[in-house]
């Protein structure tokens, strides 16, 4: 039977604790200070130790101090508030979550549920690492490359954990994959992994697509709906491109962080939430604060432990593994194996693929369409950029803004070179949808080259595309 250690000096508080955490099946002992709790460890190894931080003869963090005593027990700190401090003091020093005061019972549950001992998570990664240096994949991530190591131990270190995540990188690099990794090996792996595009969904049903809503709180709700947080509980709720979500959205996300409850849209009720939240955004965070995509207290409070993915082109020496990779499984998908010649490899580590993984993963598929034989050869692989000088390479459109009076909206851009003039007074809306459409047309309509400059997903730049074919019927629709 699982056991648990309470290390809590008010009485009344351990008390209450212990009987809850008996209704849940487990044996329970509490220790009302550091010499106590020691003597417990010694006479028996809990599988999990809920740990007040403020104890009559010190901190509750001097236990850490001894690897031994906690070597195998899950800890869980017990706190009077949530704050980063905390977070990341719990994480350096080897707790995998924290409750705060007062017991929210259903992240209490969720906590006890998952208990999971140490050594079964580390040798899971152990596996993982041993593989990496065999296969040249640690779980679905590929690359042996410095620098996607360093983010293997980064994965390593947070999963086991319940700290939130922040994944930066640019668009195609794969951040969505490194979420999944992280929910794999972690003590939620059991329960829902939900990915939400914060980009794709409508800024009109956003709100009740993650929090859900009532029956009769706008027209057309004719049935009550369950939004992410309630179908993710007790597991991952990955939230990309969170820069995308409208800001009076982001103040409702940050005080669910802050308390473990949310309410549906129409709904009069708080309800109690158990989810681990891991964002992620394709724009650097101070610069999303900077451009008012992103509040800057909801940055503090996701950016517990950042995890930065490089660019496909910064560890070149991993193309070849991964578009082997690609091709066994689109063989496997095909029924048919095909191979890739040396010059066709070699073409492909040249090559500085500025739509990153996914560039290359559909570069891959199409060349094994069109090859006629076995071998994939060159022939239908991107080339070096040099190679075809008449295809602008992935940079910024300059933009200049003209002091000029304001032009009727929207203002239509005017090419000067290779820059574009936004008039003053347009709206940011028109402004956006100027940039976009002249950088478009500056990669002559290739779609992963612009989204990269931009330094916006695919995705979200056809939902743009498609927003605009609707509502002006503009040449952003065209292939």
């Known amino acids: ?34 010499l106590d709790a020691r003597k417990q460890l010694a006479l028996q190894q809990p599988d999990i130790v809920l740990l007040d931080l403020r104890l009559p003869d010190g901190s509750g963090m001097d236990l850490f ?50 208990v999971t001992k140490p050594a079964v998570l580390q040798a899971e990664v152990a596996d993982l690492t041993e ?7 640690f779980g679905q991530l590929w690359g042996r490359a410095p620098n996607m190591r360093r983010v293997y131990e980064q994965i390593s270190r ?19 994959v490194v979420a999944q990794t992280i929910h794999e090996l972690s003590r939620r792996r059991k329960m829902p992994f939900l990915a939400v595009n914060c980009g794709a969904i409508s800024p009109n049903l956003i709100e009740s697509e993650i929090f859900g809503h009532e029956k009769g709180s706008f027209t057309g709700a004719e049935r009550q709906h369950q939004g992410f947080f309630e179908r993710a509980a007790g597991g991952t709720l990955f939230l990309d491109e969170i820069t ?32 681990r939240i891991v964002a992620a955004t394709n724009r650097p965070p101070a610069q999303a604060v900077a451009n008012g995509r992103l509040r800057e207290d909801l940055m503090y409070r996701l950016n517990v432990f950042p995890i930065e993915l490089p660019p496909l082109r910064e560890r070149l020496s991993d193309v070849g593994l991964l578009a082997e ?97 936004i008039s003053m007074g347009v709206t940011l809306a028109e402004a956006e949808q100027t940039i976009i459409l002249a950088t478009l047309r500056h990669y002559r309509h290739q779609k992963e080259r612009t989204a990269a400059a931009l330094g916006i997903s695919l995705k979200t730049l056809y939902n743009r595309l498609k927003q605009y074919t609707a509502d002006k019927g503009t040449e952003g629709g065209e292939g």
């Open 65 to 114: 101090k001894d690897p031994e005593l906690l070597s195998n027990s899950e800890v869980v700190l017990i706190t009077g508030h949530a704050s980063l401090e905390t977070s990341i003091l719990a994480l350096r020093l080897g707790a995998v979550d924290y409750i705060v005061k007062p017991i929210n019972l259903k992240h209490l549950q969720g906590v006890l549920s998952r």
């Open 158 to 176: 947070v999963a086991g954990t319940g700290v939130t995540v922040f994944i930066t990188g640019e668009s195609g690099t794969g951040k969505e």
């Open 131 to 137: 593989k990496l240096a065999s296969d040249g994949h």
């Open 325 to 421: 990779h690609f091709l066994r499984m689109v063989s496997t998908q095909e029924g048919k194996s095909k191979t890739f010649t040396p010059e066709a490899l070699e073409q492909l580590a040249r090559y500085p693929w500025p739509g990153n993984v996914r560039e290359l993963r559909n570069a891959v598929y199409r060349a094994y369409v069109m090859s006629l034989d076995s071998h994939i050869d060159a022939q239908w692989l991107p080339r070096q950029v040099d190679d075809h000088a008449h295809v602008p390479a992935a940079t910024p459109v300059p933009v200049e803004v003209s002091t000029r009076e304001p032009e009727p909206a929207p203002a239509e851009p005017r090419a000067q070179g290779d820059s574009i003039v």
């Open 244 to 275: 995308e979500m409208p800001l009076d959205l982001q103040v409702k996300l940050l005080r669910v962080l802050e308390t473990g409850r949310f309410m549906r849209v129409g709904a009069t009720q708080t309800q109690e939430t158990d989810v």
């Open 1 to 34: 039977m699982t056991h648990a250690l309470i290390v809590e000096d008010d009485v009344d508080s351990a008390a209450s604790l212990k009987a809850l955490i008996a209704s849940e099946g487990l044996t329970v002992s509490t220790a009302s200070n550091l």
